[in-house]
């Protein structure tokens, strides 16, 4: 399932929007970002967003599977540090959760 995931940020990352299809599920939901409904939103926002900031990078330090359907994954954009946490069904990521490390109380 991890794969999945790694997959989703390798798309964001080399701005490969074929990908999309095959990580997320039709009724993507993306929490952080409610503008974005489902799979073409996902495609488009990777296009524009490349195309604005080509150097643009995720990085992942770690990926944490849990018990049931949910995944956290640690990193950065842009050098702030993020966690998400993805609920995936069907092998899929259905939703998303994105927070700074100030919204977990963090304070780097």
């Not at 503008?35 to 770690?62: K, N």
């Not at 959760?97 to 977990?104: C, D, G, I, K």
């Amino acid at each position: 399932m991890t794969d999945v995931v790694a997959r989703y940020f390798e798309m964001w990352n080399s701005g490969d929007v074929g990908i999309a299809r095959e990580v997320l599920s039709p009724g993507w939901v993306d929490h952080g970002h409610p503008e974005i409904d489902g799979v073409a939103d996902v495609e488009h926002a990777v296009a524009a967003v490349r195309a604005v900031s080509p150097g643009l990078r995720f990085d992942v330090d770690d990926i944490l599977q849990g018990d049931g359907d949910l995944v956290a994954v640690l990193g950065r954009v842009g050098g702030r540090r993020l966690v998400w946490v993805v609920r995936l069904a069907d092998g899929l990521m259905a939703e998303m959760w994105t927070y700074t490390t100030s919204t977990l109380g963090g304070d780097d």
